[in-house]
């Protein structure tokens, strides 16, 4: 089972990858970032959600704010004003830890040296982590980002950047220069691998608990995405926790120098592209273009706990 630790803003598509790495890896712990919603939100769903799976994983909060820029816009509207489609859970059981993420973030790094680092939300905690040691990418195995928009086709409101990297643009930039080599699964990538919705009904009527949990806290954004006229079920965060889990599942992906754009009046927050090697810059991201569609199913379906799902 792949060592996992998970940087994440727990959101809805985070939870999905969140089951997904507690039913087919070892996750360390979570570090939370906010950005879905606000920090306390995202705690307090990531504690929730670790009831459900029944799992003590350690929970880090992290940084409330972005790194420099006041933050804009949230993702409540798809999320949910709690983050987890406004269904009122109980407490969670558990609290969460007092060192907070950036902190848990290098002393995993030195525990954990083999375990490949998952980015799900804006990359804040991470780039404090290595702001604060800059030797912290040496310890890091594999790092997978959910992260960007290559093309320029984002999903943010008011620019055509994608959330996570909009939502603190100096901290993607911080952790983009700082890290020589990581993957990234952009939004454009997310869109191609959507699942059909009547499978993914199927799924959530034939799951256990998991499935349940899932078909509660994703109505709001089903309901959203279906309002936009999107049928395919989305999930950013899947796909690429996906990727971490299975490597091989990965069919078509090249390795390009990724920058992020932060001055720009209308594209501040976007992921500027080297495509054709002409700035003197190192090729520091393996762009996911493609992963193999049942491999990826088949890590879903399980996590929810689909009886037989391949
Ligand atoms: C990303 O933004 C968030 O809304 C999702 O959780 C995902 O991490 C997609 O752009
Ligand atoms: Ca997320």
Known sequence: QPHLIIDTDPGVDDALALLMAHAHGHVHALTIAAGNVGLAHTVRNALTLMDVIGADTPVHPGCPVPLVQTPSEDAALVHGADGFGDVGFADPKRTAENESAALALIRLSHAHPEATLVALGPLTNV????????????????????????NGHGNTMSTPAEFNIGFDPEAAHVVFEAFPAFELVDWEATVRHAFDG??????????????????????TSRAW?????????????????????????????????????????????????????????PANARIVFDVDMARFEALVARALGVPDAA
């Open 198 to 219: 009547a499978t993914f009904d199927r799924w959530l009527e034939q799951g256990d608990e998991r499935a349940k949990f899932y078909a509660q806290i994703g109505a």
């Open 225 to 281: 995405n279906a309002r936009r006229g999107r049928t395919g079920v989305i999930a950013a965060d899947a796909l690429a926790m996906a990727v971490a889990l299975d490597p091989a599942l990965v069919q078509r992906a090249e390795t390009h120098p990724v920058m992020v754009e932060m001055n720009g009046a209308r594209t501040r927050g976007m992921t500027v592209v080297d495509w054709e090697a002409r700035l003197d810059r």
């Open 127 to 150: 780039a404090l982590a290595v702001r604060l040691d800059p030797s912290l990418p040496s310890r890091i195995g594999r790092f997978v980002i959910m992260g960007g928009a290559v």
